[in-house]
């Protein structure tokens, strides 16, 4: 018998991961262009990209926590701690180059809006990853 054949959900997790991910960055730009029209700001190729690099960021952490999570379980803690340092270092990069680059009519809406989505996308990630570690087989 094959290993993937006696392990039938681990192939389709990533996967499932994956689209949720998708899903939630959907959502998160529905919700993200909806503020905006209410608030009367700007949506426009900037925003679309604090949403794509939050939701890709998160897309890449999440699959390369769980992939690991399956051959390390009791390592799980140590990744999930290095993921979240690893995302508040990016976004604080990311946020920093918004700060300096944009004119500041345009940089203190966006470096909100990026703050509000990185912790969305944040309870969103330690939502599903728990979620995971509770359902992962024990060793």
């Known amino acids: ?3 993937q054949a ?16 998708g899903l939630f960055t959907l959502a998160a ?12 700001l700007p949506f426009g190729k900037a925003q679309l990209a604090v ?6 960021l998160t897309a890449v952490l ?5 992939r690991s999570m399956a051959a390390d379980p009791k390592g799980f803690m140590s990744r999930f701690m290095l993921a979240l340092a690893l995302k508040l270092v ?3 990069v990311a946020v920093a180059a918004i700060l300096l680059l944009k004119p500041r009519s345009e940089a203190v809406p966006l470096a909100l809006t990026f703050a509000a989505l990185y912790l969305i996308f944040l309870v969103f990630s ?14």
């Open 1 to 3: 018998m094959s290993t």
């Open 6 to 21: 006696s392990r039938p959900g681990k192939a389709a997790r990533p996967l499932r991961a994956l689209t949720a991910t």
């Open 29 to 40: 730009g529905a919700a993200t262009y909806g503020a905006h029209v209410l608030a009367g």
């Open 51 to 56: 949403i794509a690099f939050l939701g890709v």
């Open 62 to 66: 999440i699959h390369w926590q769980e």
């Open 90 to 92: 990016v976004s604080l």
């Open 126 to 139: 330690t939502a599903w990853l728990g979620r995971s570690a509770r359902n992962a087989p024990r060793a």
